[in-house]
């Protein structure tokens, strides 16, 4: 299993451009996150899905969308990118509950400028 | 909601030392905690977790503690290796978990 993988890795926008972050798992899990972690913080919830055609906001929410319409598939979309939204994006997936183990992917660096 | 908080941003130990990194949560409901170890430039990755019926476990080298009376938690990790320097962070909650700041940990050989 590959686990979760996201691209692109890195990738620098400027403010106003729209982009979007892909994230798949292949471990049939039901549970999909987005998260940004600024440097030196913690992680913060952007969006949540759990299960296919089920997507939820999170902590920071606004500036982001999402949809879910396979179970392996998640992807973050940036409509009008602003600095703010310079950060690391980690996606990850847990099986059954948010209460269980969450695996993280390797995370998309973005710079906004 | 839940508030999860680590007590020292950075934490400084000798080789062959025990390390100890502490957390506080704020929810009494929180039912499930979880302790992650994130290397430089990737993701974090799963280390130990418990449940709120419990007050300790045990896995390989590392020990987690839950005191529900004071809503405290710690980490653990016995004989610390170069390898064990990482950002740590405790997650917890009842539904979906909130991640704290995170403490560096740093190993000097």
């Known amino acids: 299993n590959a686990g979760v993988t996201q691209t692109p890795k890195f990738r620098i926008l400027k403010i106003g451009q729209s982009m979007t972050l892909q994230c798949t798992q292949d471990m049939n899990h039901n549970y999909m996150y987005w998260y940004r972690q600024d440097p030196g913080m913690g992680l913060k919830l952007i969006y949540y899905s759990v299960g296919a055609g089920i997507t939820d906001k999170g902590e920071v929410p606004n500036g982001y969308n999402v949809s879910r319409s396979t179970t392996e598939d998640f992807p973050l979309r940036l409509e009008l990118a602003a600095p703010s939204q310079t950060s690391v994006y980690f996606c990850?997936?847990?099986?059954?509950?948010?209460?269980?183990?969450?695996?993280f992917g390797p995370g998309t660096r973005l710079l906004v400028l | 909601g839940e508030s999860v908080g680590l007590h020292l941003p950075t934490l400084s130990v000798q080789e062959g030392d025990n390390s100890i990194i502490n957390c506080a949560y704020s929810?009494?409901?929180?039912?499930?905690f979880i302790w992650y170890k994130q290397e430089s430039g990737k993701g974090p990755q799963f280390i130990i977790d418990i449940r709120s019926n419990m007050d300790k476990r045990q896995g390989q080298r590392v020990t987690v503690l839950l005191n529900k009376t004071v809503k405290h938690l710690s980490l653990q990790i016995a004989a610390t290796q170069p390898g064990d320097s990482a950002v740590y962070f405790c997650?917890?909650?009842?539904?979906?978990?909130?991640f704290g700041r995170g403490t560096s940990l740093i190993v000097h050989p």
């Open positions: 997650a917890g909650g009842s539904y979906i978990p909130t």
């Open positions: 990850a997936s847990s099986l059954a509950s948010g209460s269980e183990t969450q695996y």
């Open positions: 929810n009494s409901a929180s039912d499930y």
